[in-house]
């Protein structure tokens, strides 16, 4: 077993996780403004595979920034109608994506906790 | 890269000054629903609109949300027959602002929806940031 790998992985989703609150809440701010169109991050999936680095030989290599990818909503099946003013942000699916984020950052530092717990039950005895 | 719990709040923040600043503009044209003009055939109170814009905020890597600009309507005034006002023309007509109550009462629920919708998202990001540190409280 790898605790350390779990403890990573559990770092890269919380840190996926905000950075898809923070998308969440500049939809939201953005409620309201002209010609703005709904956010979203990549799936953890993808930003994980990208996650790993690319080999660099010369140190003026610019790596590529792999959490911060941030696309257009496509394909959704709840869009919102895009309304006159072209925004198509759609405050019900914004929340449903913040609750979701939610509810995987508290599984997420519930599973640490434990895991937490059960390295201090090795090495304390 | 900056915090982007930190990030969100900026951005919940932008949309809170964004939307109180609409809610300004509404309470101006409202308080102003009957303001006609001075001397006879003056124009009278002209509706102000607002509208907003995304901008990219280079610190804390966020679109936040900013007031564009603050424009005149220009839809024209309705006349009324007010011979005793003082804006009154040599035919008895003052001009009236024109301030539609109904679209005001619209648009100030439309800017409380949204202001609740950012508050919101802040609960959300304190709760997350409250996730994190209670792991350190414990055990």
Known sequence: MRPLQLFDLAFRQNEWLAQRQSVISQNVANANTPGYKAKDVESFEDAMRKSVPMAVTNPDHLSPSGNGVVEARENDPYQAEVLVSGNDVSLEQEFINSYDVMRSYSMNAQILKTFNNMLLTATKG | ?139
């Open chain 2, 1 to 139: 890269m900056s915090d982007p719990l930190l990030a969100s709040l900026k951005s919940a923040a932008s949309g809170l000054f964004a939307q109180s600043a609409r809610m300004r503009v509404v309470s101006e044209n409202i308080a102003n629903a009957s303001t006609t003009g001075k001397t006879p055939g003056a124009d009278p109170y002209q509706r102000k609109t607002i509208s907003f814009e995304s901008v990219m905020d280079e610190n804390a890597d966020v679109d936040v949300v900013q007031v564009d600009q603050i424009s005149r309507d220009k839809t024209p005034f309705e006349s009324q027959y007010m011979p005793g006002s003082a804006a009154a023309d040599s035919n008895g007509m003052v001009k009236m602002p024109n301030v539609n109550m109904l679209v005001e009462l619209a648009d100030m629920r439309e800017a409380s929806r949204s202001y609740t919708a950012n508050t919101q998202v802040i609960k959300q990001v304190r709760e997350l940031a409250s996730t994190t540190i209670d792991l350190m409280r414990t055990s």
